[in-house]
């Protein structure tokens, strides 16, 4: 499902504060994989994830995504494939504090072209919000729930598309022992039902729950 090849990525590139993030990076992750990348603070993991995620650009190498080549398309193009291929889910859960569960979920909706009517973006981000456990929070303000509601709301929201992909950087990092078991179990099912996983982390025991390691170090895979 997804190829890397060399690339390279420095950001602030040709000036002199110049600093290389990804050096020579090549990877494969299958479909239906279920992917841990691992590295201390500063190795790279998150950049690698903005280029998976088709948010960063990189001045060499190659992305291949379903054998479509991602590094050839112009932003709007990206844009779209972050839309309807894949799911991101961030430590600090990225939600709007001020809407409620399902005004959260169903904004990615708003940039999809499948969905037009009011009442089936509803529909659907109940459903998803029903297969995270939060449908009885449908109405609550992002803002009154728990570190661990929220990481299910910022799930729901990822997976409102039906994404083949879902990238997770640091999911667990904000969340106790408890609740980090139950985020992964989250993922574990999703991965079940076909969806590939990839989590960025730096906690190996997060890691070990995944089928696959890739540990990048200094901006290398070793």
Aim: proline content about 1%; charged content about 25%.
């Amino acid at each position: 499902m997804i190829e890397i090849k060399n690339i390279q990525k420095t950001y602030n590139y040709g000036k002199s504060n110049a600093f290389q993030a990804l050096n020579d990076v090549s990877l494969t992750i299958n479909d239906g994989e279920m992917v841990a990348i691992i590295g201390k603070s500063g190795a790279g993991k998150s950049t690698l994830m903005h280029i998976l995620g088709c948010i960063d650009e990189f001045e060499s190498g190659k992305y291949y995504l379903n054998g479509e080549d991602v590094s050839s398309l112009n932003e709007k193009k990206r844009a779209q494939i972050r839309n309807s291929k894949i799911g991101i889910v961030l430590q600090d859960f990225a939600l709007v504090e001020s809407y409620s569960v399902i005004e959260n979920v169903m904004l990615p909706l708003y940039f999809s072209k499948g969905i037009k009517g009011k009442k089936e973006k509803m529909a659907k981000a109940i459903d998803v919000l029903k297969q995270m456990e939060m449908y009885e929070f449908v109405d609550k303000k992002v803002n009154k729930l728990s570190g661990g509601q929220k990481q299910r709301v910022a799930i729901a929201r990822a997976m409102i598309n039906n994404p083949k992909i879902l990238l997770a950087d640091e999911p667990t990092g904000a969340l106790d022992v408890k609740m980090s078991a139950e985020i992964m179990s989250i993922f574990e099912k999703l991965n079940e039902q076909g969806t590939t996983v990839i989590i960025i982390t730096h906690d190996m025991e997060i890691a070990k729950k995944c089928s696959r390691i890739i540990e990048i170090s200094d901006g290398r895979i070793i």
